[in-house]
């Protein structure tokens, strides 16, 4: 779905993913690779292979996009070091044409120096251009720039007649804020008012509506 974002044309994409078409620019927020295996490591059962399918996503969804840049909006990477890593390394070393930025989220707590070895740029607490801010966290700001942001997992209630409901994640824009969607499976969302100055944009099987 394209939408105009401060002027500037960007596309919703149904993979959870905001795309910054002028700018070729890629945005992912919360993917949370490594979960199962701290999970594991804490004692707490989960199969082996739980999340390939964030792997897996990723790496179509770049195939797809083809963009020179991707920004990851923090926690992507959901723990310390453990071997999911090797995973990781060894999807980014196969993009070096592209340029990888990580703003960094509470929960990336590997060392800054291994993700410099792959190549990633990182960024403590924001990125700033003249249109946009791009952080983790939503933060407070006083002026016209639009801050595009992570950490909620923004998601909406939907019911039908006969009494179904189901609970699917979104793009929420409201008050100078976005917020993406977190990418990676292993989260829960954080069901959003439905106020009426908020624009929700609904993630759908293949498409991405507003509702």
């Known amino acids: 779905m394209q939408v105009t974002l401060q002027g500037k044309p960007f596309t919703f ?9 002028q700018e070729s620019i890629l945005i992912i927020a919360d993917l949370h690779l490594g979960k199962v295996n701290h999970f594991r490591k804490e004692g707490i059962s989960m ?20 963009p ?12 310390d070091y453990n071997y999911d890593w090797h995973h990781f390394e060894a999807l980014i070393g196969s993009y070096t044409d592209i340029e990888f930025t990580l703003i960094k989220g509470n929960h ?6 291994k ?13 700033e251009d003249e249109y946009f801010i791009y952080s ?17 997992h923004p998601g909406i209630a939907l019911s039908g007649r006969a009494n179904q409901s189901a609970r699917i994640p979104c793009f929420y824009l409201y008050d100078g804020l976005l917020l993406l969607p977190a990418f990676g499976t292993l ?9 009426q100055e908020a624009q929700v944009f609904a993630v759908l099987p293949g498409e991405v509506r507003e509702i």
């Open 47 to 66: 199969p082996l292979n739980a999340q390939q399918g964030d792997y897996l996503n990723l790496k179509h969804l770049l195939d797809k996009v083809r």
């Open 13 to 21: 994409l149904p993979e959870k993913a905001l795309y910054n078409i």
């Open 136 to 152: 983790h966290q939503p933060v407070s700001f006083e002026h016209d720039k639009l801050n595009i942001a992570g950490h909620i």
């Open 108 to 113: 990336d707590f590997v060392d800054v120096e």
């Open 68 to 79: 020179a840049k991707v920004y990851f909006l923090g926690d992507l990477f959901h723990s």
């Open 115 to 127: 993700f410099e070895r792959l190549g990633l740029h990182i960024v403590k607490e924001l990125l």
């Open 187 to 195: 989260t829960g969302y954080c069901i959003m008012d439905r106020i």
